[in-house]
């Protein structure tokens, strides 16, 4: 999951096994959630959306689950991969007064594959 | 189609110099923004833009300034680096949807490596 400080929380599975990984976002009025992964040395790149009035949307190998009354959200991705190395960033879009938004990331997790 | 670019990829500046990060985009998207990326902190938003002629300040907007003066582009400029400076920078852009669906769905850059000696 998210933490706070210089280091990244990191994940380590066993190649074909499921991965969890966790978000706790901070602000109930966000309305839209979204995971990125970032290869390294790469920009972040979309993964899988979800809209705040939904708990569950699946993508290919990828599902992701919204508990609003916890504030949290996890992204889980099947039969991993080595390919599926990478950091992973939820963030969540958060509106001000009818704009927008803007995406507030959080800070990471470190998926590593095991072959 | 290229999608969001940055340049320079990487540059070393000494405290006090200014520069220019580049960001361009060929995709029509309204907003724009810049993020840096340091360790263990994520992506914190700097500045963005909803379009041509609009800027806001994100959640670290101090020692930077931008402009929009085309859809295409969105420059962002280092008055007088300090090493606090030093970070990955993202350029990342996307479609305005409003705010009835609250898609942000951005699309970044590959990034800028910024070293402030």
């Known amino acids: 999951g998210e933490s706070v400080g210089l280091h990244l929380p990191t994940l380590s599975v066993q190649e074909g096994d499921n991965s969890i990984i966790n978000c706790a976002y901070s602000n109930s009025a966000s309305d839209y959630f979204i995971w990125y992964k970032q290869e390294s040395g790469k920009g972040p790149q979309f993964i899988i959306d979800i809209r705040s009035n939904m708990d569950k949307r699946q993508g290919q190998r990828v599902t992701v689950l919204l508990n609003k009354t916890v504030k949290h959200l996890s992204l889980q991705i099947a039969a991993t991969q080595p390919g599926d190395s990478a950091v992973y960033f939820c963030?969540?879009?958060?509106?001000?007064?009818?704009?927008?938004?803007?995406?507030?990331f959080g800070k990471g997790t470190k998926l590593s594959v095991k072959p | 189609n290229a999608g969001v670019t940055q340049t320079p990829k990487f540059q070393v500046l000494k405290t006090g110099q200014s520069m220019t990060l580049q960001c361009a985009q060929d995709m029509n998207h309204e907003y724009m923004s810049w993020y840096r990326q340091d360790p263990g902190m994520g992506l914190r938003l700097i500045h963005y833009?909803?379009?041509?002629?609009?800027?806001d300040q994100g959640e670290v907007p101090n020692g930077y300034n931008v402009s929009r003066s085309t859809t295409e582009d969105f420059p962002l400029r280092l008055l007088s680096a300090a090493p606090s400076q030093t970070s990955v920078y993202f350029c990342a852009s996307s479609l305005l949807t409003g705010a009835a669906s609250g898609a942000n769905v951005l699309t970044f850059g590959a990034g800028s490596r910024l070293t402030v000696l």
């Open positions: 833009s909803v379009g041509a002629g609009i800027t």
């Open positions: 963030a969540e879009n958060l509106v001000y007064g009818g704009s927008q938004g803007n995406l507030i």
